[in-house]
């Protein structure tokens, strides 16, 4: 489970994030990292059982991403991120693909999973996917539960023109000119500090699964 003092933890960051305030608070995130670690380790032996594609071989302090932000070409020089990002990768130990994706952030806690904005290659072949099979796609993301759950997966950033070799009329152009196919939920600090958030983040995985399985069919 998330402890409070993980919450408490990030909150304050946000208020100083600055490396002399982080240095001399290094216990402290030491403490939250390590149980951000605990909960990794136990969320990849739920979400194996949920979808064997994420190994049980993954190590948990690997999917914890870096809390140090890259600022060399952003305009915001604040040196820490003000979230901790866990990453479930479903190819083995490389991240990036089709995977399921967890933050913990005191007002933006949430959970996703899909494929954030492909590289070109496997864009194309998710779209070539969907022109054959867009069909399966569309039984997923239409389900009832799935859109209560996720909202309309059309939503996402889209392509302002045409993808190359696809026509307006195209039954499924919608899908196609998607840039990224995520399905996230969000979760309120009270459910983040629940004992059982570790089961409901994966029940919630469960639900993703049929799309993540689409589109690793789609780029094997």
Not at 54 to 69: E, G, H, N, P
Not at 99 to 125: C, D, R
Not at 174 to 186: G, T
Request: proline fraction near 4%.
């Amino acid at each position: 489970m998330i402890q409070k003092q993980t919450l408490d933890f990030l909150n304050r960051l946000a208020a100083n994030n600055n490396r002399e305030w982080f240095m001399d608070n290094k216990p402290d995130y030491d403490a939250a990292r390590e149980n951000i670690i605990a909960l990794a380790d136990k969320l990849i032996k739920l979400l194996h059982e949920v979808d064997p594609a994420v190994s049980t071989d993954l190590d948990a302090k690997k999917c914890v991403m870096r809390i140090y932000r890259d600022i060399r070409f952003s305009k915001d020089k604040t040196p820490y991120k003000t979230n901790f990002g866990i990453s479930f990768p479903t190819g083995g130990v490389k991240l990036g693909g089709a995977e399921y994706y967890l933050q913990i952030q005191p007002g933006n806690s949430f959970v996703a999973g899909g494929y954030w904005m492909p590289e070109a290659n496997a864009l194309k072949a998710i779209r070539q996917e969907i022109d054959y099979n867009g069909n399966d796609l569309k039984a997923i993301i239409d389900n009832d539960e799935f859109v209560k759950l996720f909202g309309n997966f059309r939503e996402q950033e889209q392509l302002k023109s045409l993808p190359r070799d696809y026509d307006a009329d195209n039954q499924h152009i919608d899908l196609i000119k998607l840039k990224s196919f995520v399905a996230w939920h969000k979760f309120n600090d009270a459910e983040m500090l629940k004992p059982v958030i570790a089961e409901k983040i994966t029940e919630i995985c469960s639900k993703i699964y049929p799309l993540n399985v689409f589109l690793r069919n789609a780029i094997v």
